[in-house]
């Protein structure tokens, strides 16, 4: 059974310091992942999908990586912004499955 | 087009009453999926559809729920004699059959059973 585990649970960061956020999953039989950022409330907002075959992707100021081998998956946030406070979810889909199976998230608080 | 939309975005409920939920998707995608959020919890599945047909229900799904997409288009989830433990955020997303360019999140439907 996949399970898909973020650490940490919470951060808190000043504005502008670069952050890393993890994902881990256990099963590496990894068709995607995809990372969302959910605001207090709402609902997801995707921001950055990897395919099994990829190792990283880039938008903007956020790149995600993923190592199948480990079972890790990582969201790099650079000069961080009191916008980006939110909280993060990774989900992985499996290569036998439709559906995604999602992380608790990371609640990200970014002070001015 | 606009993404996906679901309806209403809060709903107040006394314990044991019925409500439903629509859900609009994305045009041109096939696939649609229910999703059920707890606070300070992450996304579960619940069940999808491919087109009209509904392909994987969740035992979290129990019998109280159904969830229906006539002709292929809008979704519907039902929730029947509503108890406490069903309060949560429901979510609706959609995808393409190969999901390569991933799943779009709707804003979800905001549960509370009073």
Redesign the interface.
Known sequence: KQE?TQIPAALSVPEGENLVLNCSFTDSAI??L?W?RQDP??????LL?I?SSQREQTSGRLNASLDKSSGRSTLYIAASQPGDSATY?C?G?MDS?????????TRLLVRP | DTGVS?NPRHKITKRGQNVTFRCDPISEHN?L?W?RQTL??????LT?FQNEAQ??KSRLLSDRFSAERPKGSFSTLEIQRTEQGDSA?Y?C?SSLVD??????????T?LTVV
């Open positions: 898909v068709y995607n995809q969302f409330g709402k609902g997801l907002t995707s999908l395919q979810l989900a889909r499955s439709y559906k995604l199976i999602f992380g608790s998230g | 679901q696939r999926y999703y300070g919890q992450g996304p579960e599945f999808y392909l994987e955020m979510l997303a999901s390569l360019g991933g799943y779009t999140f709707g804003s979800g905001r």
